[in-house]
C-alpha cells in the first residue's frame, strides 16, 4: 500500500533562517507531488507542484521553492524565513486520475 | 476557471441527527468532485469523490454525496452524526494544471461540531 511520509511534525524557525521540509511517498512510482499551505487551520493554498524529477511548478511567488531530487521525494525549501511562511504545510501525490493523498503535514511557526 | 464553494463556516448538528455540510461548484465541463476530512493537527483525509455514474456517492465512516447537477451542488451527508466526527471538510474540484497534472480547487473548508 502507499504511504505518504513529512518531517519534522513540527518546527519553530527564527525569522531569517533557511527552511527544509521533506516529503517521502512510498509504494508507488512516478506519482504527481504537491505542496500545500494551509493558514489558520482553514483552507488551503496550492504551493506547488511536479510531474516528475526535477519538474517544478509554481502556483503562487512567495518565499519558498521546491525540488524533487528523486522520484518520490519532494522538498519544500526557503533561504531566509518571514513571518508570515508560519502555517501548516501538506504534501500530497496522486498517480494518473486518482484521487490525491495527503501526508500527515508539518506545522512551522516563525518567531 | 474552476471553483468551489462552502458557504457555512460552521455546522452544529445534535449527535444521532443526521448532518449536511453544503457545497457548491462551478466548472466548465463534467465535474470531478471530492470531499476530505482534517481532524485536528493532522493531514487531510479522502472521504469520497463523484467522477461519473450514480448521483449518490457513499464513501468512508458512513458519510455520502448527493451530486445535483441542476443546482451545481454536491453536499456532503451522513444520516445519524457521531462527537468523533466533529472536524474540518473541505469540497474539493478538479481542475487541469500544467504539463496534464491535476489541481484540486479546494473550499474554504466547514468546521463541523457534532454535540452530545
Known amino acids: 500500500s502507499q504511504t505518504i511520509h513529512q518531517w519534522p511534525a513540527t518546527l519553530v524557525q527564527p525569522v531569517g533562517s533557511p527552511l527544509s521540509l521533506e516529503c517521502t511517498v512510498e509504494?508507488?512510482?512516478?506519482?504527481?507531488l504537491y505542496w500545500y499551505r494551509q493558514a489558520a487551520g482553514r483552507g488551503l493554498q496550492l504551493l506547488f507542484y511536479s510531474v516528475g524529477i526535477g519538474q517544478i511548478s509554481s502556483e503562487v511567488p512567495q518565499n519558498l521553492s521546491a525540488s524533487r531530487p528523486q522520484d518520490r521525494q519532494f522538498i519544500l525549501s526557503s533561504k531566509k524565513l518571514l513571518l508570515s511562511d508560519s502555517g501548516f504545510y501538506l504534501c500530497?501525490?496522486?498517480?494518473?486520475?486518482?484521487?490525491?493523498?495527503f501526508g500527515p503535514g508539518t506545522r512551522l511557526t516563525v518567531t | 476557471a474552476q471553483s468551489v464553494a462552502q458557504p457555512e463556516d460552521q455546522v452544529n448538528v445534535a449527535e444521532g441527527n443526521p448532518l449536511t455540510v453544503k457545497c457548491t461548484y462551478s466548472v466548465s465541463g463534467n465535474p470531478y468532485l471530492f470531499w476530505y476530512v482534517q481532524y485536528p493537527n493532522r493531514g487531510l483525509q479522502f472521504l469520497l469523490k463523484?467522477?461519473?455514474?450514480?448521483?449518490l456517492v457513499k464513501g468512508s465512516y458512513g458519510f455520502e454525496a448527493e451530486f445535483n447537477k441542476s443546482q451545481t451542488s454536491f453536499h456532503l451527508k451522513k444520516p445519524s452524526a457521531l462527537v468523533s466526527d466533529s472536524a474540518l471538510y473541505f469540497c474539493a474540484v478538479r481542475d487541469m494544471g500544467g504539463s496534464g497534472t491535476y489541481k484540486y480547487i479546494f473550499g474554504t473548508g466547514t468546521r463541523l461540531k457534532v454535540l452530545a
Open positions: 509504494g508507488t512510482s512516478n506519482p504527481n
Open positions: 500530497a501525490w496522486s498517480v494518473g486520475t486518482s484521487s490525491k493523498y
Open positions: 463523484y467522477i461519473t455514474g450514480d448521483n
